[in-house]
């Protein structure tokens, strides 16, 4: 693992300002852990209101629209994301992929919309249970990394990608460490052919089921550069469990 360990929370569809005290909670128990990053990407509604009740965490968006600004109803743009005070944003997650249609092509337009405007991305990739049990996997991953991600190698720093099997999601399955380690080889090779020497540096995180549970094995996995969440992030303890788990052996 190059780097520290990256931990994000996507809290999809769920919160409002009650859940703000989860954040706080989970910004005070990262400020005990400073080996491992944490970031938070509640939905639009609370971005702002997070972005100013944490200091040490990161604040990102969940998606962004691929234009600046204009006529698109319902849409949020990179610009205003930062402008909320969010640093990142997270873009084709599957549930984007599949409930609204989202391209690889439109993925790598709202990657570099958040390139653009100055702020870090996450590019969500992963195969379905179909496409897995038909040996498929590895070449519908190795496709979407090609087509998803931005080329500008000056910005790749900025760049972390989130290897998050479809079949993952939600359901309390989680692939073996080997599935997982030659999945991260693959895609660490293929950032390597895209960026030289700055696809070594970029973060691979692993996510899909990910609980207090399990993060430790699917974290000790080479080539795991940390890790998304999405249910276990809503609470507190069991998101900082797995911050716990990604500062290592001997941290409490
Ligand atoms: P899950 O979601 O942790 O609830 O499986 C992960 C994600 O969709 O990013």
């Not at 965490?57 to 930062?82: E, R, W």
């Not at 179909?130 to 519908?140: G, P, V």
Request: proline share 4%; glycine share 12%; charged share 20%.
């Amino acid at each position: 693992m190059t780097g520290r360990p990256y931990i994000v929370g996507n809290w999809k569809m769920n919160g409002t300002r009650a859940l703000l005290a989860e954040a706080r909670a989970i910004d005070r128990g990262a400020a005990r852990q400073p080996g491992v990053r944490v970031a938070i990407a509640p939905p639009f509604t609370l971005l702002g209101a997070m972005a100013e009740a944490v200091q040490e965490i990161a604040v990102g968006g969940q998606d962004c629209h691929a234009k600046a600004f204009g006529a698109f109803t319902g849409d949020v743009s990179a610009a205003m994301v930062a402008d909320a005070g969010g640093t990142f944003v997270i873009v084709g997650h599957s549930e984007r992929r599949s409930l609204h249609g989202e391209t690889s092509a439109i993925v790598r337009a709202k990657a570099e919309a958040a390139l653009a405007a100055g702020i870090e991305v996450i590019v969500c990739v992963g195969e379905t249970e179909a496409e897995r049990n038909a040996d498929a996997a590895e070449t519908i991953v190795a496709g979407q990394v090609a087509e998803s991600l931005p080329r500008d190698v000056e910005a790749a720093a900025r760049i972390t990608v989130a290897y998050e099997p479809v079949w993952a999601i939600g359901t309390g399955r989680v692939p073996s460490g080997d599935d997982v380690a030659v999945m991260h080889a693959r895609i660490r090779a293929q950032l390597v052919e895209l960026f030289g020497e700055t696809g070594a540096d970029v973060a691979i995180l692993y996510g899909g089921s990910v609980n207090p549970g399990n993060a430790s094995e699917l974290l000790s996995v080479a080539e795991v550069g940390g890790a998304l969440v999405g249910g276990a992030s809503l609470s507190a303890e069991s998101f900082l469990a797995i911050v716990l788990a990604a500062a290592g052996p001997g941290e409490e």
